[in-house]
């Protein structure tokens, strides 16, 4: 079993920047792959970016890439998105998820484990 954390989220102006931390516990933590998700009311929920177990490879949505970087610290159980020039469209709850594998994934249904999420609101 992995207990996974999110924190970091905020109200922020356009243009502005926030960081989202996802604390793990429970399990070996650099054995899972990591990724961030994001869902809308009403829309589905939307891949954002992965980083494998060891954090050598990472995958990012179109819609996110060049704004947007995944890390993490095996040494601390956490990983992160640094989440720069925000748009009002990157308004979301976002999800932080593990996956038994060390292998990027971007579809939902290969993570095992969720976060509760963390709201993010970007202002025009």
């Known amino acids: 079993q992995v207990q996974l954390v999110e924190s970091g989220g905020g109200l922020v102006q356009a243009g502005a920047s926030l960081r989202l931390s996802c604390s793990a516990s429970?399990?070996?933590?650099?054995?899972?792959?990591m990724g961030w998700f994001r869902q809308v009311p009403g829309k589905e929920r939307e891949f954002v970016a992965a980083?494998?177990?060891?954090?050598?490879?990472?995958d990012y949505a179109d819609s996110v890439n060049g704004r947007f970087t995944i890390s993490r610290d095996n040494a601390k159980s956490t990983v992160y998105l640094q989440m720069n020039s925000l748009k009002p469209e990157d308004t979301a709850v976002y999800y932080c998820a593990a996956a038994r594998t060390n292998w990027v994934r971007r579809m939902g249904y290969n993570y095992d484990y969720w976060g509760q999420g963390t709201q993010v609101t970007v202002s025009s």
């Open positions: 429970g399990r070996t933590f650099s054995n899972y792959a």
């Open positions: 980083i494998s177990g060891g954090g050598t490879s990472t």
